[in-house]
């Protein structure tokens, strides 16, 4: 592809709820990351992969955020019984292992209601 | 603790004047530099990076050991430089790359 692509580029929830972003990243990329983009808050890095080593999940900020990445390409984060403050945008980005020149996608505005 | 500042949430200059954008870390070694660049809806994405010792579109940023800065440079603002730029200095050990708060560059004619 193009590059990074995530979706749904919008998504509207009632709190509670259950959602699921998805990333596609770019195609060899073998280390992905997920970071948050809220207001005033800057960039809040949630989780990394890196091929098939164990994810750095230090930035998730609560048991009810996982990801996962299957087949070392598409991840999918997922945020159980979401709540206020979980509004924000979620960027994913792809690189080579080992370069920080991080590429991104346009994000997912998630806003929970 | 490792952590990185930006300590201007606004910077606003005219057109043609020098601009000057800080960053400071305090992480331990030598971590590595870049900075990215949002500008209105478009995607984050990298302008440059200590190590290449570049300059992209104008910018440049010198790193200071010494005062622990990265601090980004232009010399003549342009009305495309308005933007929201971050500084993400690289963690020793870390394998993830963390960003500061940025700082949102208003450029007026």
């Known amino acids: 592809g193009a590059g990074v692509s995530q979706s749904p580029s919008n998504k509207v929830t009632e709190k509670g709820k259950d959602v699921e972003l998805r990333c596609d990243p770019i195609?060899?990329?073998?280390?992905l990351y997920w970071y948050r983009q809220s207001l005033g808050q800057g960039l809040e890095f949630l989780i990394y992969?890196?091929?098939?080593?164990?994810?750095?999940k230090s930035g998730l900020p609560s048991d009810r955020f996982s990801a996962e990445r299957t087949g070392g390409s598409v991840s999918t984060l997922t945020i159980q019984r979401t709540q206020q403050e979980d509004s924000a945008v979620y960027l994913c980005?792809?690189?080579?292992?080992?370069?920080?020149?991080?590429?991104f996608g346009q994000g997912t505005r998630l806003t929970v209601v | 603790a490792q952590r990185v500042t930006q300590p201007e949430k606004l910077l606003s200059v005219f057109k043609g004047a020098p601009v000057e954008l800080k960053c400071n870390y305090s992480?331990?070694?030598?971590?590595?530099l870049f900075w990215y660049v949002q500008y209105s809806r478009q995607r984050l994405q990298l302008l440059l990076r200590?190590?290449s010792r570049e300059s992209i579109k104008g910018f440049t940023a010198d790193l200071n050991k010494g005062e622990t800065s990265f601090h980004l440079k232009k010399p003549f603002a342009q009305e495309e430089d308005s933007a929201m730029y971050y500084c993400?200095?690289?963690?020793?050990?870390?394998?993830?790359?963390?960003f500061g708060s940025g700082t949102r560059l208003q450029v007026q004619p």
């Open positions: 992480y331990s070694g030598s971590p590595e």
């Open positions: 992969f890196q091929g098939n080593s164990a994810p750095d």
């Open positions: 993400a200095p690289s963690r020793t050990g870390r394998r993830a790359l963390t």
């Open positions: 195609s060899g990329h073998t280390a």
């Open positions: 980005a792809s690189t080579f292992r080992g370069d920080r020149g991080l590429l």
């Open positions: 200590h190590i």
